[in-house]
C-alpha cells in the first residue's frame, strides 16, 4: 500500500522545488582575434551544459563572462533574481582576479565545476580544440584566488555529460538550496524549551549569524484563539482527509478527533502567518496553559509530513536541522535513540509520538489511534502510528559549541525489519549504524551529538557534508 500524499500547504516556506542555480561562464578577450566567433561558440557550450543539467535545477546562464565588470554583473543580478548558488564553469581560461572579488564577496554558495567541451584529446585536435579545452588551468588559478580569500567552495571534476557528474552537480545545488532556505527560516517556538535539557540550548543570534535561522516565540494563547476562530469547514475537511488515507481507529471519539484537528490546522495558520517552515512544542507549556484538552501529536507527524521542520520540547536546533534535512534530502523525520538492542546491533529510535510518516513502511497502513499518555497530565492525544521503513538510512545532529561554532554529527546505517513492539504507541523503528552500535554511540557521545536528530532514507552523509563544508559547520562522522 503506498504511503499517503499528505495535504499541500499553503505556506510557502515549506514548498519543495528544484534549486535555482546561476551558471557563471569565464574566458578573456584574448583570444577574439586568433579564434573570430569564440566567443559565442563558448557560450553555446555553457547553454548545452545548463540543458544537460536541467533535471537537476533550474539554470540562470549568464553571457560569457570576459572582465570584471561583467562578473560583477552578472553576480549582482544572481543574487537580485534570489537563486540558491553559482555554478562557475571555465570556458577557457580566464584571469582569476577578474572573478575574484565578484566571488568572494557574494553571499552565494560556489561550486567550481573543473569541466571542457571535449572529454577527450584526439590526434585531430588543433589550437583552436587545445584553446577551448583550457579551462583547466583557469580552473586553477580561481580555486587558489578563493583559497587564498579564505572563501569556501566546492569542487567538482568530471565530463559535463556524464551521470555521475550530475549527480556531484545534483549534490552540491541541494545543499546551496539547503543554506538559502536556512538563512529565511523562522523557527515558530509554541511556549517555552524544556527546563533542564541543556543539549537543546543554543544562542540565538549566534544561530542566526551562523546559519540564518531565526526563533520566532508564539504564545499558547494565540494557538488556543486561532483555534476557536477556525470554520468547522475546514475541521470537516482534514477529518474527511485522515479517513480516507489513514487507518483510524474506532475508538477515536468525534470530540478528540475534533479538538486534534482544530490543534493542527491552528498551529499551521500560525505557522503560515507567521512565515514559520518550522516549530516546536513543549508539553509541559501546552499542558501548564490550562485551556487544552491534550498534546498535539498527530498534528506534527502531519506537519513534517507536509514539509515543516519539527522538533519536541522547544528544541529549535533540532527544529531546523529537521527542517534542512526535508531540503537536502527529502522527508526529514524527527527521532531520538530510545535504547539500544545489542542482539541486533540495532538501536531503537522512537519518539514521544511525533514522527514523518512520509518515512512509514509501505506494506503496513498508517494509523491514527486513540492513545493514553501520562505525559502532560492532559487528556488522551490521538497519535498516528507507523514503523519506520526498513532499508538505508542517515541519523544527523546539530551540535551548538559555542558562540558561532556548530558542529553536525551523522551516522549511516539501515532499519532493520525487525518484529513489531505490539505494546510501543509511538512511531518507531531499529536503526543499525554502520559502525556498530557500540563504535557509533562512543564516537557520537564524544562528538557531544544531541538526543534529538533528523532521520531521512537513504546513505545522506555526503550530502551532509557538502552542506557543512560551504557553511563552515564542522563534520563528524560516527
Known sequence: ?????????????????????????????????????????????????????????????????????????????????????????????????????????????????????????????????????????????????????????EVITGEWQDPHFAEQVDRWARAARTISSL??????????????????????????????????????????????GLPDQRVQELMAWEDGNLEVDGRLSKEEREDHARMQLGIERLLEDSGCGAYSTHFDAIAEDGRFARLPMAAASTLMAQGYGFAGEGDVLAASVVYAGHQLAGDGHFTEMYAMDFPSDSILMSHMGEGNWRLAREDEPVRLIKRPLGIGGLDDPPTILFRYRTGAATLASLVALGGERFRLVVAEGEVLDAPELPALEMPYGQFRPSSGVRGCMDAWLRAGGTHHMVMNTGHRARDWRVLCELTGVEYVRV
Request: proline share 8%.
Open 1 to 153: 500500500m503506498p504511503v499517503p500524499t499528505p495535504p499541500v500547504s499553503e505556506n510557502p516556506a515549506v514548498r519543495t522545488r528544484l534549486p535555482r542555480i546561476g551558471l557563471l561562464g569565464v574566458m578573456q578577450p584574448l583570444y577574439d582575434a586568433m579564434i573570430p566567433g569564440i566567443t559565442e561558440h563558448q557560450a553555446a557550450y555553457a547553454e548545452r551544459v545548463a540543458a544537460e543539467l536541467s533535471g537537476v535545477a533550474e539554470w540562470t546562464v549568464s553571457r560569457p563572462v570576459r572582465g570584471r565588470q561583467d562578473a560583477e554583473r552578472a553576480m549582482r543580478d544572481f543574487e537580485t533574481e534570489g537563486l540558491d548558488g553559482v555554478l562557475v564553469v571555465m570556458l577557457t581560461y580566464g584571469p582569476s582576479l577578474r572573478v575574484t572579488r565578484a566571488l568572494t564577496e557574494s553571499r552565494l554558495p560556489v561550486a567550481l565545476a573543473n569541466i571542457q567541451p571535449d572529454p577527450a584529446v584526439t590526434a585531430e585536435w588543433d589550437m583552436d580544440d587545445m584553446t577551448y579545452n583550457q579551462g583547466i588551468h583557469g580552473a586553477q588559478d580561481t580555486a587558489n584566488a578563493l583559497v587564498r580569500a579564505g572563501t569556501r567552495f
Open 183 to 228: 538563512r529565511r527560516l523562522r523557527v515558530g517556538v509554541f511556549g517555552y524549551p524544556m527546563n533542564g535539557m541543556g543539549d537543546a540550548r543554543v544562542d540565538e543570534t549566534a544561530l542566526l549569524r551562523a546559519l540564518g535561522p531565526e526563533v520566532h516565540v508564539i504564545a499558547p494563547g494565540a494557538l488556543h484563539r486561532t483555534m476557536a
